[in-house]
């Protein structure tokens, strides 16, 4: 890919600022600079990556994980841009040789090259994300598959960088984020190649985008129940605001949008070509509702004792101990045209319309008969709202206003093509609404 840095130039530096005295971990937690001993520290915000409900396939370990907490570091590792040298192109790797200076170098040509070098910013704290496992990227993110799950293992192709990008967060209230394309490698360099998209901006700096992009949605009235999406952009390197590109990669950028900004609000999307990040705010998090509340509610269902209106059995949503495994003998099921909730029966079954079709003996519609699943991600839940919809056609249950602003979000997919997904586990939503309200029915007694 083209925003790669040099492969043989020295050992990390990068991680001796962003993670002192702990080599290999990932310290976002740690207490800022005035905090006293026991006293909580000062969060940023938190990064979800949608598809996991809560936790990887695999287990949340270290860096690589589903969810992750920014939060001022002991000493600001922030940089700035600072000067900017115009040297002959093969000139460039004895330039970028001081591994201990950020810098940016866009080639222009074979023999011309322009080097942005950046100097260190006591007011911010710098946060990197990538696919790459190296000690300077704090948050780990592989490709993530419809349906949930990670794309992993040495042969699985990855569209995500290595160094996809970086947030930088001002260690002063009100603590704005602001996001870039694109993170320093070991040797703290990113380096945007011949073929890469890059110009002089009107003021005679330079600025350029990433192979496959860094796109950012901020929500329409912020993430609360009256949000609606809002409008796919582009981010540059430099954190300039441009419309799509006609695809993905291609060389030619969209149009500066003056009016936006980098700055990350409640809500916001983040897409990597490959993973889609949602950011949330400590203010907004106050208002999603707790595990607690989410076992609360799921007790609650289940003290009402819905029954199957067939075979009168009685229904109630396992446990979150458990995980998703083989469904439970007392797990709900929906048909998700229509939303009438039974117990486990094998009759129905329209194989001439597919393995999963099976018609609702209630009402006669034919759709996929699936199980329900409870959303165990509270942070994107857009309220506490109890759970009464479901996406179709995975199952998976939330509140209705939830279920209605994710049917009608639009996620990338591809080079340029956009999907509705289940942000739980990913999958592409289908039929009309791509949500469906549940119809229970109560016990006889």
Not at 201 to 228: K, Q, R
Request: charged fraction near 20%; include cysteine; charge should be neutral.
């Amino acid at each position: 890919m083209v925003l790669e840095g040099n492969p043989e130039v020295g050992a990390p530096r990068t991680s001796d600022l962003q993670h002192p005295g702990n080599k290999g971990s990932c310290v976002l937690s740690s207490p800022g600079e005035d905090a006293q001993p026991g006293e909580e520290p000062i969060k940023y915000g938190e990064l979800i990556v949608l598809g996991y409900n809560g936790c990887l396939a695999s287990g949340d370990k270290g860096r690589r994980r589903s969810r992750l907490a920014l939060s001022r570091r002991p000493h600001a590792n922030g940089v700035r841009p600072d000067v900017m040298h115009h040297i002959s192109t093969p000139l460039v790797s004895k330039a970028l040789s001081n591994r201990g200076q950020h810098s940016i170098s866009y080639t222009l040509s074979r023999s011309h090259s322009v080097i942005v070098e950046y100097t260190h910013d006591s007011d911010t704290d710098m946060f990197q994300i990538g696919r790459s496992t190296e000690n300077m990227i704090d948050f780990v993110v592989t490709d993530t598959s419809p349906g949930g799950g990670a794309t992993e293992g040495p042969s699985a192709q990855s569209t995500i960088s290595r160094y996809a990008c970086r947030i930088l967060c001002d260690r002063r209230p009100p603590y704005t984020a602001r996001i870039y394309a694109a993170g320093f490698d070991a040797s703290s360099n990113i380096f945007l190649g011949e073929r890469a998209a890059k110009w002089r901006t009107p003021d005679g700096l330079m600025d350029g985008l990433t192979t496959n992009g860094v796109l950012v949605m901020h929500p329409a009235g912020g993430f609360s129940e009256d949000s609606a999406p809002g409008v796919w952009r582009e981010i540059s390197v430099c954190g300039n605001v441009y419309t799509l590109r006609d695809s993905r990669s291609a060389q030619q950028r969209g149009k500066l949008v003056e009016n936006e900004s980098n700055v990350l609000q409640d809500g916001s999307l983040i897409d990597l070509c490959g993973a889609t990040l949602l950011w949330r705010t400590p203010a907004g998090l106050l208002r999603a509702p707790t595990l607690k509340q989410l076992e609360a509610q799921r007790q609650e269902a289940n003290a009402a004792r819905p029954q199957c209106p067939v075979g009168l059995s009685t229904l109630a949503f396992p446990s979150p101990a458990r995980g998703r495994t083989a469904p439970d003998k007392q797990q709900p099921w929906v048909y998700v045209r229509c939303g009438h909730v039974h117990g486990y029966h094998g009759w129905g079954c329209r194989r001439e319309r597919g393995p999963q079709e099976r018609e609702c003996p209630l009402c006669r519609l034919v759709g996929p008969y699936v199980p329900l699943w409870l959303g165990q991600e509270a942070g994107l839940c857009l309220d506490p709202g109890p759970p009464s919809h479901a996406f179709a056609p995975c199952g998976h249950v939330c509140s209705e206003k939830t279920a209605r602003y994710w049917a009608q979000t639009p996620l990338p997919h591809g080079t340029h093509a956009f999907h509705a997904a289940c942000p739980f586990c990913g999958a592409w939503l289908t039929g009309e609404h791509g949500c469906v309200r549940l119809i229970f029915q109560g016990p006889l007694d």
